[in-house]
């Protein structure tokens, strides 16, 4: 319901392409909580917690900043969690990675 309120922030939730759990032990959480607070520290991150298959985030400001934050976020995550994925490419002489991301929405057929 939108009362005219200014908005303080958004609630994010995010899931990884493979619908898989993001992280299973300390090492692995470490690096996806690290990825989360270098995409938030400028984009208002207030908060976050992983939940086992997807991330919660609380990011103070407008919904363009919200969406920059949960874009990058998501893409960084994705790639960071495919094993070997990121290493594989470093030996292989890449020094830069453009990720494209599809989005689906649910929409019931009638």
Known sequence: MD????????HIMMRLHFDTGIARKAPALRKASAIVNQH??????????FADTHLHTLVIGDRVQAGK???YTEASVNVAHAEGMLEAMADAGFSMLFVGIRRFLRVPMA
Do not use: E, M, T
Request: no cysteine; proline share 5%.
């Open 3 to 10: 009362d005219g309120s200014p908005v303080l922030g958004y």
């Open 40 to 49: 938030g520290k400028d984009r208002g991150l207030a908060a976050h917690r």
């Open 69 to 71: 934050f949960a874009l």
